[in-house]
């Protein structure tokens, strides 16, 4: 199969898999993603398949819904790309991309050793930062029957990734625990420019909430 005939196969594969999902991984989320991942890669240089490929794939078997198993997303990219007959060398650097993709918690080091990895970690991190990103964040706690704010509760530094994943805080919690962390992590140029604005927009509706929540706006 041409290079284009495995995206596209890869494309439906992962659409037909995604279509349902209610947590903020959704296919939708994954367009915007390849979409990003895509002007990132050709603003550094980096391979526009690899970038793609991963970025179709990133998402079809999260780890925190896999009984915390970091390797479940790999395996399933690995199994749909041998399916299609792409290189090996494909295979594993997409592999290797997706399971280090996802943030783990704020002590937990998840740099990526690639250009093609940095590329597609910083599109799927852009996605969890600005409107969209706020807009994931309330669609995945009401999903997880979590509340928007508490503010009796202090927010929590994990430090593996057990601890992230069986985090039970507020929405308001994540923005501390993960989402304002963002921007000081992106690894390309290219991201770290979109990443500005984003959380620039995280910052101003985080002070309008808390403002309204006070009764003072
Ligand atoms: P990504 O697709 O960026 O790797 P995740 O898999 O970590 O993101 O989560 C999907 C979306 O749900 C993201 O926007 C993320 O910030 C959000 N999310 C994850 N955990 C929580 C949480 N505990 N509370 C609110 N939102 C969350
Ligand atoms: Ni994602």
Redesign the pocket.
């Known amino acids: 199969m041409s290079e284009r005939s495995i995206l596209d196969a890869t494309e439906a594969r992962v659409r037909e898999l995604l279509c349902a999902e209610g ?3 959704d296919w939708w ?1 994954v367009h915007r993603v390849r979409r990003v991942a895509l002007r990132l890669a050709a603003a550094e240089g980096a391979d526009p398949c690899v970038a793609e490929l991963a970025a179709l794939l ?2 079809v078997a ?1 780890w ?1 819904f896999h009984g915390g198993d970091e390797r479940a997303g790999g395996r399933a990219a690995r199994a749909l790309l041998e399916s299609l007959g792409a290189e090996a060398a494909v295979i594993e650097h997409v592999r290797a991309i997706v399971d280090g ?3 783990k918690g704020a002590g937990v080091s998840t740099d990526m050793p690639t250009l093609e990895g940095r590329v597609v970690q910083d599109a ?2 852009l ?2 930062m600005g409107a969209i ?1 706020i807009a ?6 009401g999903h ?1 029957g ?1 509340l928007l704010h508490d503010p009796a509760q202090a927010s929590a530094f994990h430090d593996t990734p057990q601890a992230y994943r069986e ?1 039970r ?1 507020t ?1 308001i919690h ?1 923005f501390h ?3 304002l962390l963002l921007k000081d992590r992106m690894q390309t140029a290219a991201g770290r420019a979109m990443a500005e604005n984003r959380h620039a927009y995280l910052e101003s509706f985080l002070a309008r909430f808390l403002a309204e929540w006070d009764g003072e706006a």
């Open positions: 947590t903020g991984h989320h990133h998402d999260d925190k993709i996802s943030f799927d991190r996605d969890a990103g994931r964040a309330f669609a995945y706690g997880a979590r985090s805080g929405t994540h625990e993960k989402l």
